[in-house]
Each structure stands twice: as structure tokens, then as C-alpha cells.
């Protein structure tokens, strides 16, 4: 089946620029979505169709999707975006897949 | 203002019943596909079903097919999903999101109702 592979954690300083990566087979051609979610709470779509970000989500988040990889970067990160990331596409086999989750720590 | 707001879980035994219900408000109900994802205490996020703006379609992760239903009543704004033979690997909070024409993510999220099969 269908996999998508995300590094367990990530760490950058305050101001800095955060990259987190998802691969998976041939995964440039899928659309990948990203979603945050902190302790406790629901998920949120930062990041939908590779690229775009929904209304209410900071220019600073953006992401990628070319190869097996996508990406999403996080530029000048905020102690509030300390979270789990994860990414998600669609196969026509498995179904909505999610990736492991990324832990971004700010420190 | 879309809310969607889970209900119904709980602690059950292994190989019982359980329905959650998703009780959609602030949206056209009737004009999205809906889904299931649900997360295991300290896990990841796994995608569980979706059903078609009409209830004529729908599909299943493979670990739950044969035993979970997924339906819907336009009529009352609400989601449903009927779990049964429950395995203790059914833990989980169960979210109930709202999905995008054409497109295959979850674009607004309910709080989560908690699952517990435990004997």
C-alpha cells in the first residue's frame, strides 16, 4: 500500500527558516495538503493542492511538491508554530494517506 | 461560521457496537463529501472513510472495511459512523471533516469524539 515517510522531529530558532519533508513514490504526481495540529486540538489545513495556503494562514507558510518529495517550509517561525505537522495525499488504491507526523520544536 | 461537532463515543467492549454522529452546521451539508479520521492515543492521524455528497459512494481504509459504516442524513445535517466488531486497535479519537469539491483533503475538522474498546 501506499506509504508517506516525514521525519519524526525538527528543530530551528526562533526567526529562522523550517523545512519539513514528506516523500513517498512518485509523489510529485498527487496533490499533498499539510495540516498543524498542537496538544490537545484538532487539525488545521495550513497548506492545500502542494501550494496554497486556505484564508487565515500566514504567507510564512508555504510549500513544495516536485519528485518523491514535498515539502513545507516555514519561514521566519514563531514560538506559536511549535506543533505536529503532517502531510496527506490521496491514492486511488489506499485512500487518504497521512505521513508519520513531523514534530517542530522552537527553541 | 462551519462547525462540525462529533458525538456518541465512548468506552465499549471488544466485538461491540458503537455509532458517532458529526452534526454539521453553517455549510450547505448536502453539497460536500464527508469523512472519518481518526488518531490513536499519542499517534498519527489515519484517514478512515468518506462518503459522497449523496451517500452513493463511499470507501473505506482497509483495516476497518466489512466492519465500519459511514452514512449521512442531508435532511439533519448529520454524519454518521457505525463501528462494529470493535478491536481494541479501534482506540482513538474520531474526527469528522468536511471535504472539498474535487479535491482530497480535509479542509475543516469537528473536535473529535474518543473511542475506547477496552474490556
Known amino acids: 500500500s501506499y506509504g508517506l515517510t516525514q521525519p519524526p522531529s525538527v528543530s530551528v530558532s526562533p526567526g529562522q527558516t523550517a523545512s519539513i519533508t514528506c516523500s513517498g513514490d512518485?509523489?510529485?504526481?498527487?496533490?499533498v495538503c499539510w495540516y498543524q495540529q498542537t496538544p490537545g486540538q484538532s487539525p488545521v489545513l495550513v497548506i492545500y493542492?502542494?501550494?496554497k495556503r486556505p484564508s487565515g494562514i500566514p504567507e510564512r507558510f508555504s510549500g513544495s511538491n516536485s519528485g518523491n518529495t514535498a515539502t513545507l517550509t516555514i519561514s521566519e517561525t514563531q514560538t506559536m508554530d511549535e506543533a505536529d505537522y503532517y502531510c496527506q495525499a490521496w491514492d486511488i488504491s489506499a485512500g487518504g494517506v497521512f505521513g508519520g507526523g513531523t514534530k517542530l520544536t522552537v527553541l | 461560521e462551519v462547525q462540525l461537532v462529533e458525538s456518541g463515543g465512548g468506552l465499549v467492549q471488544p466485538g461491540r457496537s458503537l455509532r458517532v454522529s458529526c452534526a454539521a452546521s453553517?455549510?450547505?451539508?448536502?453539497?460536500?463529501?464527508m469523512s472519518w479520521v481518526r488518531q490513536a492515543p499519542g499517534k498519527g492521524l489515519e484517514w478512515v472513510a468518506n462518503?459522497?455528497?449523496?451517500?452513493?459512494?463511499?470507501y473505506y481504509v482497509d483495516s476497518v472495511k466489512g466492519r465500519f459504516t459511514i452514512s449521512r442524513d442531508n435532511a439533519k445535517n448529520l454524519l454518521y459512523l457505525q463501528m462494529n466488531s470493535l478491536r481494541v486497535e479501534d482506540t482513538a479519537v474520531y474526527f469528522c471533516?468536511?471535504?472539498?469539491?474535487?479535491?482530497?483533503?480535509?479542509?475543516?475538522w469537528g473536535q473529535g469524539t474518543l473511542v475506547t474498546v477496552s474490556s
Open positions: 493542492q502542494d501550494s
Open positions: 462518503i459522497k455528497q449523496d451517500g452513493g459512494e463511499r
Open positions: 512518485k509523489l510529485g504526481d498527487k496533490y
Open positions: 453553517g455549510f450547505t451539508f448536502s453539497n460536500y463529501w
Open positions: 471533516a468536511r471535504v472539498p469539491s474535487s479535491s482530497w483533503y480535509f479542509e475543516k
